[in-house]
């Protein structure tokens, strides 16, 4: 599919109270915007990829998580048809990656949704609501061969051309069907799907970011971005903020070159192929633009990506075509650097792109660019509004804090000043001083005294025998003990629970020890409470570590 823009114009001046609003809204959007933590995802038939990113006290970018989970499906299998599966491999993915945060953001792929630019009558906000609230609007400018409700949209005005009186509209469509069952996979591991973007905006997004971050001096009105590999192949050209998509169409056994082909006159003619279609569209974009492209960054799945590339340079030497590095600026902590080190790390872009997404509730990014304020979650408005009363709270809750803040720094000031006007009255303030220290100090020492006296009272009041109690349940822990597990410390309250830590040389022999102790007549109850990782003794042999917790009955019930 082919997306062309209309020309670009400048916007509209706005009256004075709509700027005055809009202000307001874009300082408490991008106050939110900073406070919600978002957990990128993206889910293949390969791999889950988690990311999440935030700024330290440095004002850096850190990758604060980063996983990928390995998916055991067919390399033709389709998301959408393993959805259960999928669930269950992402809950595993968040447990292992120890994930905290609730918010997800998500990506569809670019074939599963509808990109268009559309040029409407200029209205104002309030009558453009009221258009597409009638579905009047959509039916007029966007042919659908389905039926309005059957999709989640998103739209957003990007241009306003008072001279012709008309506008630019962003449309972005995708099935509901294909909405929920993305969100589906997100609920099913307990996270709250916050964001449903387009992939190829999530792209878009890290490269903006990297591109700052690492202050590239780039055009920024004019990004090329191409995405080639096994699953999804298109040119994306953004100008001015508008998105320009070109599918590029590979044959069935193109993809099995891609997958496993070594011959060089195959990877040539599946790249002048692909070129044809590449160069088409640069020429389109050039000849109605009279703009330039110079550089394409290239976004791919294969491993052998540079391989294909030099073919690319070849065919197109005009045109500089380089993988994006989605990781170019980030600081990486050390344990993620093994991770992330990898010959081609382009097609990270995606799940990088989401996590560097903010939830914008009260529509910061709406004056700033419109491709990063994509969201096709169909219960957007409910949660958009669920968390504007949160933020609202918070502000509040700030306010009043703030307000008593004040009210004690006052109260602080007039009992300094009282302070001051007393200790200019009080004559004998050094004798006063020193009487106060001879009393302190003869205070502290009848105090000291009487806290031992009062606890030695209270130790005597709870003292019991309990030698007979104690001997017996030692003597049914040592006899429980197998032959390969050691001590190394045995901690007994004097009433109810018995800590265990010591050393065995495998899993069977604590899981043994611990049945021994279940059968016990005066061991209630012995459960594992923690393990340690397997560690050489002294003699040579590989130990590892447990901690047992074990409950005593005192009455020494007898177990069938």
């Known amino acids: 599919m082919i997306l062309t823009p209309p020309k670009v114009s400048a916007l509209g001046k706005g009256n004075f109270k709509s700027k005055l609003d809009n202000f307001f809204k874009s300082k ?43 998916v055991d499906l067919p390399d033709d299998a389709v998301v959408l048809e393993n959805a259960d599966k999928l669930g269950e491999e992402l809950s595993i993915a968040i447990q292992k990656s120890k994930i905290t945060t609730p918010n997800a953001a998500i990506a569809i792929p670019v074939t599963s949704a509808i990109i268009r630019v559309v040029t409407a009558p200029l209205m104002k906000d309030e009558e453009l609501q009221k258009a597409i609230e009638t579905n009047s609007l959509w039916e007029n400018l ?62 878009k997004s890290a490269v903006d970011q990297i591109n700052q971050i690492s202050q590239k ?35 069935g056994q193109d993809r099995q070159v891609l997958k496993q082909s070594q011959n060089q006159e195959e990877k040539e003619g599946l790249v002048r192929r692909f070129v044809i279609q590449v160069k088409q569209a640069v020429q389109d974009f050039e000849t109605k633009y009279e703009k330039r492209i110079r550089n394409i960054k290239v976004v791919s799945d294969l491993n052998n990506i540079e391989d294909y590339l030099s073919i690319f340079r070849k065919d197109l030497v005009n045109i500089g075509f380089k993988t994006f590095d989605p990781m170019d600026g980030l600081k990486i902590p050390q344990q993620l650097e093994e991770q992330i080190n990898l010959t081609n790390r382009s097609y990270l872009s995606t799940v990088v ?35 504007k009363m949160k933020a609202i709270s918070n502000f509040a809750f700030k306010g009043f804090v703030g307000g008593v803040v004040g009210i004690y720094l006052v109260l602080f000031a007039l009992s300094f000043w009282n302070i001051h006007s007393y200790n200019q009255k009080l004559k004998e303030y050094p ?106 003794s002294r003699s040579g042999i590989t130990m590892k570590g447990f901690r047992i917790f074990v409950v005593i009955d005192p009455k020494g019930k007898s177990k069938g």
């Open 28 to 70: 408490l959007g991008k106050a939110t915007a900073q406070g919600e933590e978002i957990l990128g995802i993206e889910i293949t038939n390969k791999e889950i990829r988690l990311a999440q990113i935030s700024s330290n006290k440095a004002n850096q970018w850190v990758l604060e998580k980063f996983f990928i989970h390995k």
């Open 142 to 203: 966007v042919q659908l061969t389905d039926n309005l409700d059957d999709y989640s949209i998103f739209h957003q005005v990007i241009n306003r051309n008072q001279k012709e009186n008309t506008m630019d509209i962003l449309f972005v469509a995708s099935k509901l069907a294909d909405i929920n069952s993305y969100t589906s996979i997100i609920k099913s591991s307990g996270l709250n799907a916050v964001i449903i973007d387009v992939k190829c905006f999530a792209l």
């Open 217 to 251: 001096s780039e055009d920024t009105n004019l990004t090329a971005v191409l995405e080639f590999g096994l699953d999804e192949n298109y040119l994306m050209i953004l100008y001015d903020n508008n998105p320009i998509i070109t599918d590029i169409f590979l044959r």
């Open 353 to 387: 792109g989401l996590a560097f997404r903010k939830l914008d509730v009260f529509g910061y990014y709406k004056f700033v660019t419109a491709v990063k304020n994509i969201n096709l979650l169909p219960n957007r408005q409910g949660m958009t509004k669920q968390k």
């Open 431 to 536: 004798k006063v001083i020193k009487n106060y220290s001879l009393k302190v100090k003869e205070n502290k020492a009848i105090t000291k005294e009487l806290k031992i006296i009062t606890t030695a009272l209270q130790l005597s009041k709870s003292l019991k025998s309990n030698k007979d109690l104690s001997y017996r349940i030692l003597a049914q822990i040592a006899s429980s003990v197998p032959k390969r597990v050691r001590f190394d410390e045995v901690n007994y309250n004097g009433g109810t629970k018995v800590t265990i830590q010591g050393v065995a040389a495998n899993d069977q022999d604590i899981l043994k020890f611990i049945k021994n102790l279940g059968k016990q007549a005066y061991i209630q109850q012995a459960s594992l409470s923690s393990m340690k990782l397997p560690r050489k």
